[in-house]
């Protein structure tokens, strides 16, 4: 059977992900103090924005990236301190593909730091609301803040209750000023909505323990894979208390889950090892490539006697082994388990980033209620 198992792998995917010299070059910046060090922060490092072993020296970095999309910016040690445009406003994740060894040229315009403070504008909308700043997490032993948002009918109207909808990255989807680059807009979209409603529940990323909390299975550069901790945190505290303390339709039918990249990843996990609490999944720009082979032989092997509906989104603009993954995960889902109802979308020009997601989140939503 392993020997059956392993023949089948091989024949998907390459089994040895090989690491790619990046070199980044910094070809101009504005003047700063000689005891100033630049930094590269990514989603190749958990977005740490000072972390040594990813330093400038003579204004070049060089990183051993796996192929796959990557995401990045430079700071100069702090996030108070990172790059911006030439009038101060805050600029897009850079981003680019690993596919060979490559040098990445870049010019930084502007520092943060350097232009006068912004007042902070928050844009959720009244129906969003924070249910605690520091829930905790026993599994993990930290704190999470945890972000609701109730249906504009729930406090009319008593006796209705609604489904649930989790989602991961809780910073980037109903307020741009918690959001890392951008928010999903996902309240402004259900207020508009004509569709059925929903309480929609997220919950922050743990910041530099975001690489690992989202990651089921251990991994040589990120580390011990935290994601099982992760998922019995939200299927054994989080879900039982929103289904306690709102009028929530509690079963698999009318629980939800999502996310991107690797919130994309550990909502894929959830979908696959708790099918009898999410029926439903979206999973926007999964970051596969971390872990391919092991979430297949997951696959291959998990024989749920239920199996959740999965709605893929991948953008062209994002890599070809970002569609490809997807697609390869998909099929192994829809040959084993035929009955499953399972979606692709592909956007030829979609990128990497929160104002994508937040593009595709109503053919997501309109599907998931259908």
């Not at 994740?93 to 007042?119: C, M, Y």
């Not at 209705?160 to 309240?187: C, H, K, T």
Request: charged share 20%.
């Amino acid at each position: 059977m392993k020997f059956i198992l392993t023949a089948i792998l091989l024949v998907l995917c390459s089994c040895v992900i090989a690491q790619k010299k990046v070199t980044i070059l910094l070809d101009s910046f504005p003047g700063v103090s000689v005891t100033d060090t630049l930094y590269v922060a990514g989603s190749f490092n958990g977005w740490q924005p000072g972390k040594s072993g990813y330093a400038f020296r003579n204004r070049s970095v060089v990183l051993s990236l796996p192929a796959g999309p990557a995401e990045f910016k430079i700071t100069r040690g702090t996030w108070e301190r990172e790059e911006c445009s030439a009038n101060g406003t805050a600029i897009q994740n850079r981003s680019f593909s690993v596919v060979n060894d490559t040098i990445v040229h870049l010019t930084i315009e502007g520092w943060q730091d350097q232009f006068a403070s912004k007042p902070v504008v928050h844009t959720a909308t009244p129906r969003v609301t924070i249910i605690d700043t520091a829930f905790y997490i026993p599994q993990l032993k930290r704190s999470r803040r945890i972000w609701l948002y109730l249906p504009e009918k729930y406090n009319n109207d008593t006796h209705q209750r609604y489904p649930v909808l989790y989602m991961q990255d809780g910073q980037n989807l109903f307020d741009a000023a918690s959001g890392f680059a951008g928010e999903w807009g996902i309240d402004e979209f259900l207020d508009s909505t004509w569709l059925p409603e929903c309480i929609v529940v997220g919950i922050d990323h743990g910041g530099d323990k975001r690489l690992t909390e989202y990651n089921p299975y251990n991994n040589e550069k990120f580390g011990k894979g935290e994601g099982q901790l992760y998922l019995d945190f939200l299927v054994h505290q989080l879900k039982p208390f929103i289904d306690k303390n709102y009028r929530t339709f509690s079963d698999a039918s009318h629980t939800f889950i999502a996310g991107s990249s690797m919130g994309g990843l550990i909502s894929m996990y959830a979908a696959m090892t708790y099918p009898g609490i999410f029926g439903k999944a979206g999973i926007f720009s999964p970051a596969f490539w971390v872990v391919k082979t092991d979430l297949q032989e997951t696959l291959l092997l998990n024989t749920p006697s239920i199996t959740p509906a999965i709605y893929f989104y991948a953008g062209g603009g994002e890599s070809k082994e970002m569609i490809t993954d997807m697609k390869d995960i998909a099929r192994i889902i829809q040959q084993k388990f035929p009955k499953t109802t399972v979606k692709t979308v592909i956007n030829p020009s979609g990128q990497h980033k929160e104002s994508e997601w937040q593009k595709q989140f109503p053919g997501f939503y309109q599907w998931l209620m259908q």
